[in-house]
């Protein structure tokens, strides 16, 4: 499929851009995405009211549930806060089992597949219905290591996941971006610094992808240590819970069956 332009993700933009952190943030209800799982029967005049009384009352079907809880889990990059896709410290596993914890820098603008994925992937996904890319940094708590996360959001999991495949199989494919933060402690961290590269899709409209390196300078070889792997994996477990997770659509606050 030839490239075409990148869809426009306003909604994304006005949702993760300027999000107070989550310590500062006033409580506010959930609202619900779907009021009721029904479908109203035109009824006669003679026995309308009992049609729409038991119409409006009966459970809903496993395809409506269905229905409900992907359209849940397909809107939550525009509905959660910055904070919540991306929060300030996420406890991960090093490779020698010890708990450790990343600590984001920062958060950065939504952007399009072109400006936020090397070439290859960027066509890749461009070609299949990118919205947009959501990406924040971590590092370490050292201070040495610094991982990019970010969410590709597409027009639907099939497309998703149809990237991801076609990505994985490209020989020397990059994928996700470095996004550095002047003045921080992932100042030295850049696209020069990528070593370690991971992509997946799971349920929803949604790839995600890491890409760690060292937050100093050094150029990244994945030969070297699996330090950043086991960082970028942490960090990613998250979003992909945040995005993805929450059990079966009833059982979900912003869903009432």
Do not use: K
């Given at each position: 499929m030839p490239d075409?332009?990148?869809?426009?993700?306003?909604?994304?933009?006005?949702?993760?851009?300027?999000?107070?952190?989550?310590?500062?943030?006033?409580?506010?209800?959930?609202?619900?995405?779907?009021a009721v799982l029904t479908v109203a029967g035109l009824a006669t005049l003679t026995a309308g009211g009992f049609i729409l009384h038991a119409e409006f009352t009966r459970p809903a079907t496993a395809a409506e549930v269905a229905?409900?809880?992907?359209?849940?889990?397909?809107?939550?990059?525009?509905?959660?806060?910055?904070?919540?896709?991306?929060?300030?410290?996420?406890?991960?596993?090093?490779p020698g089992r010890r708990q450790s914890t990343a600590l984001r820098v920062g958060i950065a603008p939504p952007a399009s597949c072109?400006?936020?994925?090397?070439?290859?992937?960027?066509?890749?996904?461009r070609a299949r219905g990118?919205?947009?890319?959501?990406?924040?940094?971590?590092?370490?708590?050292?201070?040495?290591?610094?991982?990019?996360v970010g969410v590709v959001v597409m027009r639907s999991t099939a497309a998703a996941q149809s990237a991801v495949s076609d990505l994985i199989i490209q020989p020397g494919h990059a994928g996700l971006r470095a996004v550095s933060f002047p003045g921080t402690r992932v100042a030295g961290y850049g696209d020069a610094q990528r070593g370690w590269f991971h992509a997946e899709a799971s349920t929803g409209p949604y790839a995600f992808f890491?890409?760690?390196g060292?937050?100093?300078?050094?150029?990244?070889?994945?030969?070297?240590?699996?330090?950043?792997?086991?960082?970028g994996t942490g960090v990613l477990s998250w979003?992909?819970?945040v995005l993805t997770g929450g059990g079966p659509p009833c059982s979900r606050a912003d869903i009432r069956c």
């Open positions: 075409q332009p990148d869809e426009p993700a306003p909604a994304a933009t006005a949702v993760l851009a300027a999000v107070p952190e989550p310590g500062n943030q006033s409580p506010h209800p959930r609202r619900p995405l779907l229905a409900a809880g992907q359209a849940e889990i397909a809107t939550r990059w525009q509905r959660l806060t910055a904070g919540q896709v991306f929060p300030a410290s996420v406890r991960y596993l090093t072109t400006a936020a994925l090397d070439p290859v992937a960027a066509a890749i996904f990118c919205r947009t890319v959501l990406r924040a940094t971590y590092s370490d708590s050292s201070g040495t290591m610094a991982v990019t890491y890409a760690a060292f937050a100093d300078g050094r150029a990244g070889t994945g030969d070297l240590t699996s330090e950043p792997a086991h960082l979003m992909i819970r």
